[in-house]
């Protein structure tokens, strides 16, 4: 059992070039004692995932505004089992439809924050969900 803090990588993939919430999500991470890698803007899919494993994350956040989440959540996924890396866990925030929230849990996304989710709410998931031998910040 390890007492080091949980490691996110928060990154922003494809074209979408609004960061605001992906930064106040990876503040308020770090603030709740989560060691936090922000990738920047316009990341693919392989960078995202090259970042986690070499960071050894224990989780990878995504924010998606650009409506291209299927095929970006999805890819993310397929590659971090590709390279047998699918105990980081995948969850993601955005401008997301309720009615594509069910294909999403389906092809493994654990949850997605949508506007008006409190940082609070996504630090007590993120200290709930992911790495359960990690000690709270």
């Known amino acids: 059992m ?3 803090p949980l490691r996110i990588v928060v990154a922003k ?9 992906a930064k106040v999500v990876a503040r308020a991470l770090r603030d709740g004692g989560m060691e936090v890698i922000y990738t920047g803007l316009h990341q693919t899919p392989e ?10 994350a224990d989780a990878v956040g995504l924010s998606v505004l650009s409506g291209a989440h299927m095929t970006l959540f999805a890819k993310v996924i397929d590659l971090l089992k590709a390279k047998d890396a699918d105990d980081i866990v995948v969850f993601g925030g955005g401008i997301i439809p309720e009615e594509d929230m069910p294909q999403l849990r389906e092809m493994g996304v654990a949850t997605v924050f949508t506007p008006g989710a409190t940082t609070t709410e996504i630090v007590d998931w993120v200290r709930t969900h ?8």
């Open 13 to 21: 993939p494809g074209l979408d070039g609004h960061d605001r919430g």
């Open 130 to 137: 992911v790495g359960g031998d990690h000690a709270e910040g």
């Open 47 to 56: 960078q995202i995932v090259e970042a986690a494993i070499q960071e050894d």
């Open 2 to 4: 390890t007492t080091a």
